[in-house]
T-cell receptor
Framework: QKEVEQNSGPLSVPEGAIASLNCTYS??????FFWYRQYSGKSPELIMF????GDKEDGRFTAQLNKASQYVSLLIRDSQPSDSATYLC????????????FGTGTRLTVIP | EPEVTQTPSHQVTQMGQEVILRCVPI?????FYWYRQILGQKVEFLVS????????KSEIFDDQFSVERPDGSNFTLKIRSTKLEDSAMYFC????????????FGPGTRLTVT
């Protein structure tokens, strides 16, 4: 039940395209979901988090949460070569929890 | 912009030695975390700390590990007797509202046990 499943990729998109990253989970008690970006050899960098069903937009990024289907996704519009990184999905397992469970990440390559 | 800092950036130690990894969380944050990432693997939760005590710990965080907030700014992770399998990146993170909200990660300490 700790698992957060992500396609490891690599996912390749051309510059300017929309990149779509997906994450599924099995624990229906999961509360908040997070997307982090991690460049090789660096620490995770928070992109955004979502806890309500629906869409949440921040600049070129949109997170989508569907608790009934138990998936969360991240759309990156107008992808740039600098977006090339590993994208980590994480979840808070229950309302009072004070930890995060991470997926293995999806490697994204944006081709100039 | 406030950020989490960690020292040292790289620590090399011999098996069986004690190491202390140091973190300075963002100043107004109240929740502190340690995670580790073995090379090529996923980020794994170790321990969370709030109100001067451990709030949660994973099965990885056994008796060889301890955490401390020795003063108003530092947060440390001690590994009492390092093993080869402790070699990993160790990340400190902090949050102002807990794990339901944003956690910000420090740059990490690469621990190499020889």
């Amino acid at each position: 039940q700790k698992e957060v499943e992500q396609n490891s990729g690599p996912l390749s998109v051309p510059e300017g395209a929309i990149a779509s990253l997906n994450c599924t989970y099995s624990d229906r008690g999961s509360q908040s979901f997070f997307w982090y970006r991690q460049y090789s050899g660096k620490s995770p960098e928070l992109i955004m988090f979502i806890y309500s069903n629906g869409d949440k937009e921040d600049g070129r990024f949109t997170a989508q949460l569907n608790k009934a289907s138990q998936y969360v996704s991240l759309l990156i519009r107008d992808s740039q070569p600098s977006d090339s990184a590993t994208y980590l999905c994480a979840r808070t397992p229950w309302a009072g929890a004070n930890n995060l469970f991470f997926g293995t990440g999806t490697r994204l390559t944006v081709i100039p | 912009e406030p950020e989490v800092t960690q020292t040292p950036s790289h620590q090399v130690t011999q098996m069986g030695q004690e190491v202390i990894l140091r973190c300075v969380p963002i100043s107004n944050h109240l929740y502190f975390y340690w995670y580790r990432q073995i090379l090529g693997q996923k980020v794994e939760f170790l321990v969370s700390f709030y109100n001067n005590e451990i709030s949660e710990k994973s099965e990885i965080f056994d008796d060889q590990f301890s955490v401390e907030r020795p003063d108003g700014s530092n947060f440390t992770l001690k590994i009492r007797s390092t093993k080869l399998e402790d070699s990993a990146m160790y990340f400190c993170a902090s949050s102002d509202q807990g794990a339901l909200y944003e956690q910000y990660f420090g740059p990490g300490t690469r621990l190499t046990v020889t």
